[in-house]
């Protein structure tokens, strides 16, 4: 038989990368032929995501997830947030991936393969908390255009890979390096392959952190191709636009990175604080960095009815970009009072944490529980929306369920 007759090896190799699962008898699939799994545009099982998970988008692709799906300690695929700028890439082919080092503040321009990078640096796994800067935008007033994430938009899995300080050093950069850019594999839009969907990165103090990762696994297996299969940036902390998926090359700048969503408002806020609807020079936009305090309380469900006289254990996660959680709070009478909840340390740095509490209801009737976490900073969630912005991102106001004592 001949080979050409039937699909590339590379792309059964991203077809099963993307179902998850072998395909039995994949390489008797005919070329030209896409399996019926891949013509059924249904997200959840083409990304294997759990049913309950919430679409937003479909072109690109955006998904995320109800505060209750997020109770695991570390966030199953399933159950992770997808937000995508333009198309995933649709042929990978992992033995020839390669990742280029360029920019005009590199020593010299070089490449590695996959192969070269797990085998040439020592290879460390971290549970990275991946909040999207928009997460929370649906509540800004007036409304900002973007995705209307509520508060799924974020996730803290478990990455696996070397370190980017580790390649930085024996690639070798100059004195006036000050950004790490990256370029991506996935596909704009248009389609027009002279432009990036989006090219964001971040300063050579973070790329320097010892938690900053070129990922090759996620959650113990190879990425998930829509979460940036064969190689990952992982910026724990950040917004996770600085997280770039499909890595195939770093430019290391002697200026702020410009690539595309690094510019004009693009994941910034206004420098200082402006009133709801007001109009902002793109000079006056500062980008985002370090994400700010937050928590999620993650069971029960919103809506919990329970019976009088029994009280409720809670139980979320809270993080605060770079810095960690000191303190955690519930209250149930709308924020006039607060009441502590046990946090648990980080398993390590920029990992959310763990709060629980047993919450105890005076009588029968509605109740709002209300999470508020404070920072190694002192500073505390607001508990209703804070600072308007253009863009509607940074919305890290208080979390809050419903809860019946009948
Ligand atoms: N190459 C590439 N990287 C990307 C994106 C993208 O569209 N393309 N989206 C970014 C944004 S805005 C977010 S919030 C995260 C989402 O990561 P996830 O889909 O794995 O949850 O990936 C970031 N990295
Ligand atoms: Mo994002």
Not at 250 to 264: E, N, Y
Request: glycine share 8%; net charge positive.
């Amino acid at each position: 038989m001949e080979r050409r007759k039937f699909v590339k090896r590379s792309v059964l190799g991203s077809l099963t990368a993307a179902l998850g699962m072998d395909i039995v008898f994949g390489w008797k699939i005919p070329a030209g032929y896409t399996p019926l799994v891949f013509q059924d545009p249904d997200p959840y099982s083409m990304f294997g995501k759990d049913k309950q998970m919430v679409l937003l988008n479909d072109r690109p692709w955006n998904m995320e997830a109800q505060a209750h799906l997020l109770d695991d300690p570390v966030t199953p695929d399933k159950f992770m947030f997808i937000r995508n700028n333009g198309l995933v890439p649709e042929e990978i082919d992992v033995d020839s991936w390669t990742l280029t080092i360029d920019g005009e503040a590199v020593r010299q321009k070089k490449v590695y393969t996959l192969k070269d990078l797990k085998s040439r640096f020592p290879v460390h796994s971290y549970q990275l908390t991946l909040e999207c800067g928009g997460n929370g935008r649906s509540e800004f007033d007036p409304a900002a255009k973007g995705n209307q994430w509520t508060v799924g938009a974020v996730s803290c899995a478990e990455w696996t890979g070397i370190r980017l300080g580790d390649l930085l050093e024996e690639v070798g950069i100059k004195n006036e390096a000050v950004y790490v850019g990256y370029h991506a594999a996935d596909i704009h839009l248009s389609r027009d392959p002279s432009k990036e969907p989006i090219s964001r990165g971040i300063p050579i103090a973070k790329a320097m952190q010892k938690e900053t990762l070129l990922a090759f696994a996620m959650n113990g297996r190879d990425i998930p191709m829509v979460h940036g299969h064969p190689l990952r940036l992982i910026a724990g902390g950040w917004p996770a636009s600085a997280s770039g998926k499909w890595l195939n090359r770093l430019s290391i700048r002697d200026q702020v990175h410009d690539g595309a969503k690094m510019t004009g408002t693009s994941y910034r806020v206004p420098c200082n604080t402006v009133a709801p609807g007001e109009k902002v020079k793109d000079e006056d936009m500062c980008i985002i960095e370090s994400m700010p305090v937050k928590s999620l309380i993650t069971h029960p469900k919103s809506g919990a009815v329970i019976s009088n006289g029994k009280s409720l254990k809670i139980r979320g996660h809270a993080w605060a970009g770079e810095l960690e959680v000191t303190k955690m709070e519930y209250s149930i009478d709308f924020g006039s009072t607060w009441t502590s909840c046990t946090i648990n340390q980080p398993p390590n740095r920029l990992a959310w944490q763990r709060f629980e509490a047993n919450v105890a209801f005076p009588k029968k009737g509605y109740y709002e529980i209300w999470s508020r976490a404070t920072d190694s900073n002192g500073v505390s969630q607001p508990m209703v929306l804070p600072g308007w912005n253009p863009k509607g991102y940074l919305n890290n106001a208080c979390h809050r369920i419903a809860v019946k004592v009948s």
